[in-house]
């Protein structure tokens, strides 16, 4: 098993930022990608950012390429998410998912998921 847990949301105005992690803990070993998702009051599960643990490779969502940054601390197990130049667009509640196989944009893939953080930003 592979507990996620998430921090950092919070109210922020729009053009503000915010750094949102991920500490995994158990079985970290059997997870290859960690990724961020996002929800929206009403709307479907948004993929937002990966990594990969080993590969060093990074993913990013349409909607934040340029604005958001992913990066990890293996000896921390810890993802974070750099969010900058926020919109009201970007508030939901974001979640951390991880599972072994490849990178994938469909939240439907992950098997282990974090209880979420809130993110609300302000126009």
């Known amino acids: 098993q592979v507990q996620l847990a998430e921090s950092g949301g919070g109210l922020v105005q729009a053009g503000g930022s915010l750094n949102l992690s991920c500490v995994a803990s158990?079985?970290?070993?059997?997870?290859?990608?960690v990724a961020w998702f996002r929800r929206a009051p009403g709307k479907e599960n948004e993929f937002v950012a990966a990594?990969?643990?080993?590969?060093?490779?990074?993913y990013y969502g349409d909607s934040v390429k340029g604005r958001f940054n992913i990066s990890r601390d293996n000896a921390r197990n810890t993802v974070y998410l750099q969010m900058n130049s926020l919109k009201p667009d970007d508030t939901a509640i974001y979640y951390c998912?991880?599972?072994?196989?490849?990178?994938?944009?469909?939240?439907?893939?992950?098997?282990?998921w974090g209880q979420g953080t809130q993110v609300t930003v302000s126009s």
């Open positions: 998912a991880s599972y072994r196989g490849d990178f994938s944009a469909y939240a439907g893939a992950y098997i282990y």
């Open positions: 158990g079985r970290t070993v059997s997870t290859n990608v």
């Open positions: 990594v990969t643990w080993g590969g060093k490779r990074t």
